[in-house]
């Protein structure tokens, strides 16, 4: 088991991170995040890629957002519409009692990000 000192995020790890300072519609304070860049990326660059997770029931009618349902039957919602690039080390980041997304979710994830941004292959 990694411990903090060595704990580095990775590509699909559900880590806690501060959002804040956030604006308007942004989401903020202390929330999941659903890691989308590699761990060497992330350790070079100190930064880390992702995607907010949250239970706001709001975002069940937004066509942008990937339902995680767990296995308590809790429902997460993966906001692909809000990308977040956030210094990791800095904001404190932590690892997530989740720990990874399922492969299928992740992908579903990165599959609506990659129709808002349309990025060529």
């Given at each position: 088991m990694k411990t903090q000192a060595t704990w580095l995020p990775d590509r699909r790890d559900v880590i806690w991170i501060d959002f804040n300072p956030k604006a308007g519609g942004e989401i903020g304070d202390v929330h999941p995040l659903l890691v989308l860049s590699p761990a060497a990326f992330n350790?070079?660059?100190g930064l880390v890629i992702g995607l907010p997770m949250t239970h706001a029931e709001r975002h069940a009618d937004n066509p942008f957002a990937v339902i995680w349902?767990?296995?308590?039957?809790?429902?997460?919602y993966i906001v692909a519409n809000q990308p977040k690039?956030?210094?990791?080390?800095a904001r404190r980041a932590k690892p997530h009692p989740c720990q990874r997304a399922p492969a299928r979710v992740f992908q579903e994830a990165c599959e609506v990000l990659q129709q808002i941004l349309a990025l060529p292959a």
């Amino acid at each position: 088991m990694k411990t903090q000192a060595t704990w580095l995020p990775d590509r699909r790890d559900v880590i806690w991170i501060d959002f804040n300072p956030k604006a308007g519609g942004e989401i903020g304070d202390v929330h999941p995040l659903l890691v989308l860049s590699p761990a060497a990326f992330n350790e070079r660059t100190g930064l880390v890629i992702g995607l907010p997770m949250t239970h706001a029931e709001r975002h069940a009618d937004n066509p942008f957002a990937v339902i995680w349902r767990g296995t308590d039957n809790s429902s997460s919602y993966i906001v692909a519409n809000q990308p977040k690039s956030f210094d990791w080390r800095a904001r404190r980041a932590k690892p997530h009692p989740c720990q990874r997304a399922p492969a299928r979710v992740f992908q579903e994830a990165c599959e609506v990000l990659q129709q808002i941004l349309a990025l060529p292959a």
